[in-house]
């Protein structure tokens, strides 16, 4: 062979190289498209996730607030349970006294009735003597 028929055989080689060039440049292509829409989808998948856990963080802080404003105010009950109770204490020891202080004055009264009475008795007996002297 000579070498102008050798050319268009080298040319049909490198036509052939360039080619599978050409087509293993495309499937590099097609791989890296690829591979930018998986990334693509696990930054979107990252981003939900990140937005999900932050949305938990929330809630959980919320349910802390919650949980900390509930025992504010079980221990507000609790101490108003307490100075009701004291309170009611204090009342049933007035009332008792005030049964006690009414029970004495009673007493006095019926201490006072029964010397009028007898008082009384006393003032008709000495009438009663009375009359039958002056008769």
């Known amino acids: 062979m000579n070498d102008h028929a050798k050319v268009p055989a080298v ?3 490198h036509r052939i190289s360039a080619e599978a060039a050409r087509n293993e440049a495309e499937q590099f292509r097609r ?5 930018r829409e998986v990334r693509d989808h696990h930054r979107e998948a990252l981003e939900a996730i990140r937005q999900e856990r932050e949305q938990l963080r ?7 607030i919650a949980s900390e404003e509930a025992r504010t105010a079980a ?3 609790r101490t108003a349970g ?5 309170a009611a204490h204090a009342a049933r020891e007035a009332v008792v006294d005030t049964v006690r ?3 004495d004055a009673l007493s006095a009264s019926l201490e006072q009735m029964q010397l009028v009475e007898e008082m009384r008795r006393t003032l008709r007996e000495v009438r009663d003597h009375n009359k039958l002297e002056s008769n």
């Not at 791989?31 to 591979?35: H, N, R």
């Not at 307490?82 to 004291?86: C, G, P």
């Open 101 to 103: 202080a009414t029970a």
């Open 82 to 86: 307490e100075e009701a109770r004291d």
């Open 75 to 77: 221990e507000t009950a």
């Open 58 to 64: 929330n809630a959980a802080e919320t349910a802390r």
């Open 31 to 35: 791989l890296a498209e690829e591979a």
């Open 11 to 13: 040319a049909e080689e």
